[in-house]
């Protein structure tokens, strides 16, 4: 049998737990005898927590000659209110004196987080020595008794504690430390953090805090806890002021970048106004909504089959049979060439929609309450201020940018990226950069039958060649549309796995009008071929 390969969170703990073993708690660091600056409350109000970090074990060399001081010293000012300190030595090439003199730095103007894979009671003490505000403790790596242990430490010394969760099994663990927290009075003193990269494969996905933040709300309810809602932040993933932004904006009170800010200091202080913008909250209701709905559906979906999107709808009944087979997010067209466009003029009918398919909900006869989005290709045109208009009245969830990528905003929704060749990938990098968490690729248009050769159009039939679909699928999680259709439905979902698949002209009887049969024998592809 070959040996199982370990994953590194497993590794990382296993060497950090040899070199203790060898050098002693302090790894052989010097450490001070009494704290030598007062205690900095971490993270009071929302705002950013910059990183001192060299390398990673996905990155490499990240900073290779980064000065813990000079560094702290720009954070500072940049704006920045915490720092986190990464003192793991073998992975991420940072030490206990890095935090010494980071602490030392920072004063009283800036709170500082030891950020490392703490694994023993007493090394709590020694990061409160070296002069730090606050602790990570990865529930994931502690056994319930040591991590409990660890946090009484921790609050003890009126120290913060971020408790980083990932699984279930971690709020569980999440309920007992507030509920110690509460009971010692130090409340302020607890953080939830939620990292976006898994620390098993380092794949980064923006709205798995999102989802998780949900699920813990939830737990909490069904617990009924009597202790304060937690403060929640998120973790990594955050690379341009504008996923910065969209950090902010869907309601986390913090968010912890690293490589962003070690690779370049001197652009912290864009990505620290990019969340303080995000988190005012000063826009409307439904703006960012759209993420936070779908990141309760795709909780609520599960990862054994995709989310379906039935697309170039224009008739209330095939809405709600959509809706009624399990249907997460429904598609209408604002397009004047598209043969399936809906016109500027009809509100009503989707307000109607919507409001039948609510009642459906609440009355148990539909699954999930679907997510309506408006398809545009062009902003500016009648078509595309009328989807707007939909969706700031609240009657759409949302807007789908197709082809039209360059117009397209996080608070709205996503872009569409219409693809033939490889090339065409590029631009996925920039969008999931600019803090996109999905983008969708189609086939792109290039046939005179369909809108006149125009590459902003779906509708092709045709399909993505699978060798760009799987380059796609490498890149980030995929949504994936383009020809797809009953013959072709189960291998695509075997071979790639894709979180959503977006389906319009093959399930129709004429354009615009949907076969209910077909979309029947759609889903039911989808179940019997889905893990």
């Known amino acids: 049998m070959p040996e199982t390969k370990k994953d590194i969170l497993t590794e990382i703990c296993e060497k950090r737990r040899a070199d203790m073993d060898a050098k002693g708690l302090t790894f052989g660091h010097a450490i001070p005898e009494i704290r030598e600056r007062p205690v900095v409350p971490f993270l009071a109000e929302p705002g950013t927590i910059l990183e001192i970090k060299r390398s990673s074990p996905s990155k490499g060399m990240i900073a290779p000659d980064l000065k813990a001081d000079k560094t702290a010293k720009s954070y500072i000012k940049a704006g920045t209110k915490a720092i986190s300190c990464l003192t793991e030595e073998r992975y991420f090439n940072g030490s206990l004196e890095d935090l010494i003199k980071t602490c030392k730095t920072a004063g009283k103007k800036c709170a500082v987080l030891r950020k490392d894979f703490l694994l023993e ?26 991590l409990f242990t660890m946090a009484e430490r921790a609050f003890d010394l009126d120290l913060t504690v971020l408790l980083e969760l990932r699984e279930d099994s971690d709020i569980e663990k999440a309920c007992k430390v507030l509920e110690i927290a509460e009971k010692l009075h130090r409340s302020d003193r607890i953080i939830l953090g939620i990292n976006s990269r898994d620390l098993a494969t380092f794949k980064i996905d923006l709205l798995i805090p999102l989802k998780l933040k949900k699920r813990i709300g939830n737990f909490f309810e069904k617990k009924n806890l009597k202790v304060p809602a937690p403060r929640i932040i998120s973790e990594s993933g955050v690379s341009t002021p504008e996923s910065a932004k969209f950090v902010g904006s869907v309601g986390f009170h913090g968010v912890l970048i690293g490589e962003a800010a070690a690779r370049n200091p001197k652009k912290a202080k864009e990505l620290v106004k ?16 759209f993420w936070k709905k779908l990141a309760a559906l795709i909780e609520l979906n599960g990862s054994s089959k995709p989310l379906v999107k039935i697309c170039g709808l224009t008739q209330k009944e095939d809405a709600v049979k959509a809706a009624e087979l399990g249907a997460s997010i429904l598609g209408f067209i604002f397009a004047e060439k598209s043969p399936r466009t809906n016109s500027p003029d009809d509100a009503d009918k989707i307000c109607e929609i919507k ?24 902003p500016a045109s009648e078509h595309g201020l009328a989807a707007y208009e939909m969706f700031y009245q609240g009657i759409l969830d949302g807007i789908q940018f197709h082809g039209c990528g360059e117009y397209a905003q996080t608070f709205a929704g996503y872009p569409v990226v219409p693809v033939s060749e490889e090339a065409d990938l590029d ?33 092709t039939g045709k399909c993505i060649p699978e060798r760009i679909v799987e380059k796609a699928s490498r890149k980030k999680i995929l949504w994936l549309s383009g020809g797809i259709s009953l013959e072709n439905a189960a291998p695509l979902i075997k071979s790639f796995s894709p979180e959503l698949i977006d389906v319009n002209s093959s399930l129709e009887i004429s354009a615009g009008k949907k076969d209910h049969e077909k979309m029947q024998k759609l889903f039911k592809i989808i179940n019997e071929n889905s893990k």
Not at 122 to 143: F, M, P, Q, W
């Open 121 to 146: 009671p007493d090394e709590i003490e020694i990061s409160y020595k070296c002069g730090c505000d606050a602790v990570l403790l990865i529930a994931r790596i502690l056994e319930e008794n040591k």
């Open 355 to 378: 409001k039948q398919l609510k009642k459906l909900y609440s009355e148990g006869s539909i699954p999930v309450m679907p997510l309506l989005v408006g398809v545009i290709v062009d």
């Open 427 to 459: 631009v996925l990098d920039d969008f999931f950069a600019s803090g996109f968490p999905r983008v969708l690729i189609d086939a792109k248009n290039i046939s005179e039958s369909n809108a006149q050769g125009d590459v902003r159009y779906g509708g």
């Open 274 to 289: 990019a969340f303080k913008t995000g988190a005012a909250n000063d826009f409307p209701a439904n703006f960012y909504a």
